[in-house]
């Protein structure tokens, strides 16, 4: 496959993983198309008789964002590693929010990665993760503010 047509992405997202993640990877993948939004995942697209790299580059290059599902085996994956970096380096200061790195465990975020602000998925009810992860892919693509729809209350000075 060549690059995008006329320069639009063919998918909003491309969900980049490590194989202990595929639950999540999946379930991200699920939420973002139930919301309307194009997804690339390689559980469901690097389909028998693809080429699983030919696959890999065209979502890095064919994806408007790329989703980091981020765990401790995520961060020893040379294949991970690639595809994040491969978002970072065509947005290093984030001004169009083309990496979005979703952490679905308690883990560091080291090096480059320390410096994108993240969201984590994981310690909350499913309801609450899947808003989470639907603000962050709206926020992102809007390129809006996170500013809250009700004023926040007043802070009190009590003891």
């Given at each position: 496959?060549?690059?995008?047509?006329?320069?639009?992405?063919r998918w909003d997202f491309f969900v980049s993983y490590?194989?202990?993640?595929?639950?999540?990877?999946?379930?991200?993948?699920?939420?973002?198309?139930?919301?309307?939004?194009?997804?690339?995942?390689?559980?469901?697209?690097?389909?028998?008789?693809?080429?699983?790299?030919?696959?890999?580059?065209?979502?890095?290059?064919?994806?408007?964002?790329?989703?980091?599902?981020?765990?401790?085996?995520?961060?020893?994956?040379?294949?991970?590693?690639?595809?994040?970096?491969?978002?970072?380096?065509?947005?290093?200061?984030?001004?169009?929010?083309?990496?979005?790195?979703?952490?679905?465990?308690?883990?560091?975020?080291?090096?480059?990665?320390?410096?994108?602000?993240?969201?984590?998925?994981?310690?909350?009810?499913?309801a609450d993760a899947r808003a989470q992860l639907l603000?962050?892919?709206?926020?992102?693509?809007?390129?809006?503010?996170?500013?809250?729809?009700?004023?926040?209350?007043?802070?009190?000075?009590?003891?």
């Amino acid at each position: 496959m060549s690059g995008p047509a006329q320069g639009r992405p063919r998918w909003d997202f491309f969900v980049s993983y490590t194989q202990a993640d595929r639950q999540w990877a999946e379930w991200v993948a699920w939420s973002l198309e139930d919301d309307g939004h194009r997804v690339l995942i390689q559980a469901w697209d690097f389909v028998p008789g693809s080429n699983w790299l030919a696959s890999m580059q065209d979502g890095v290059r064919g994806a408007e964002r790329t989703v980091a599902v981020l765990s401790d085996a995520y961060l020893t994956s040379v294949y991970g590693a690639a595809e994040w970096q491969a978002a970072w380096a065509g947005d290093p200061a984030g001004a169009t929010r083309t990496l979005l790195v979703a952490r679905v465990a308690d883990c560091d975020r080291p090096g480059l990665l320390g410096q994108v602000v993240s969201f984590d998925l994981f310690g909350m009810p499913e309801a609450d993760a899947r808003a989470q992860l639907l603000r962050a892919a709206r926020l992102a693509v809007s390129g809006g503010r996170a500013k809250p729809t009700a004023p926040p209350p007043f802070p009190s000075s009590g003891p």
